[in-house]
């Protein structure tokens, strides 16, 4: 057999004669010769965030009903907030819901606290800070995220409601970031509950006064936000909003299938 003569097989590629490579796929796959730079540009990123996606996609798409709490990583336990959060977390879990959390400290512990403590589950959205900083110990199931970006379409596509509790900037982000999606309707039907009168009367009214007065939000919009002290109300906003949404599919389904029935008369 001559040189010309020679096949190499490559995967779904073939190669004969001169057009053969010298090393073979592995060989250069497994040769760490080389700069390393490329380590460090986005087109390599952009594989480790797919990997983020992959990973959060894998072990959140099987949680069932969940609800996400956010607030302060900065409030201790002891303060009245922090009982507000284990509170608001047992409900959750005793009204069947997964509680899913930033898996920090602070209000996040506390929910996921309370989830622990009424026999419900718990899931940390970690992410990586400047810092050394772990999962709680309360998180039954965790990941912890490179990318916040990431890790927020997690809280939004593996719950299915937002409560909101007491807190500073990543708390508001968290909030604005739902309201937004569902003001635009990226997401429909989502209860957004914030808990804590007190805290929260401010910025509540100043949404229904002063955004509405310059009309930079619609009349309707300030209705996205449910205000309560009470976390069996916010457990009773969110199972309502489930049942009508629940109705809702049912009769559609139903409208359908009549629709059909008559299409084939
Ligand atoms: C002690 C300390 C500051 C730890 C920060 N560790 C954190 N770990 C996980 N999620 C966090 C953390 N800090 C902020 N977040 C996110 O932002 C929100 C709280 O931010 P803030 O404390 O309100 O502004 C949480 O709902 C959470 O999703």
């Known amino acids: 057999m001559t040189d010309a003569d020679k096949i190499r097989r490559a995967g779904p590629l073939t190669y004969r004669g001169s ?18 730079d490329w380590v460090h540009t986005d087109p390599w990123r952009v594989l480790r965030i797919q990997s983020e996606f992959v990973e959060g996609f894998g072990l959140l798409s099987e949680l069932g009903r969940a609800v996400s709490v956010f607030g302060s990583a900065r409030i201790k336990p002891g303060s ?15 009204a069947g819901y997964v509680v899913v959390t930033g898996g920090g400290p602070g209000l996040m512990e506390a929910a996921n606290k309370g989830a622990a403590e009424a026999g419900g589950s718990s899931v940390g959205l970690g992410i990586e800070l400047p810092f050394e900083q772990s999962l709680n110990e309360f ?37 604005f970031e739902a309201i937004t999606l569902v003001q635009t309707r990226k997401v429909t039907r989502f209860p957004v509950v914030l808990i804590g009168t007190e805290f929260w009367g401010g910025l509540v009214e100043w949404i229904r006064g002063r955004l ?39 009769e559609r389904a139903a409208a359908e299938a009549l629709a059909r029935e008559g299409d084939g008369e």
């Open 212 to 250: 509405l007065e310059e009309g930079v939000i619609s009349p309707e919009d300030p209705e996205l936000i449910h205000l309560t002290d009470d976390p069996a109300e916010a457990v009773a906003v969110i199972d309502k909003a489930h049942a009508d949404m629940a109705r809702e599919k049912e």
């Open 80 to 94: 009245p907030y922090y009982e507000l959060g284990t509170e608001v977390g047992s409900l959750l879990a005793q």
């Open 139 to 175: 998180v039954d199931t965790g990941v912890t995220f490179r990318y916040f970006f990431v890790r927020k379409t997690m809280f939004v596509k593996y719950s299915q409601a937002f409560v909101v509790l007491p807190g500073g900037f990543g708390t508001l982000d968290e909030l």
């Open 19 to 36: 057009a053969i490579p010298q090393t073979t796929t592995d060989q250069r796959l497994l040769d760490r010769r080389g700069p390393t």
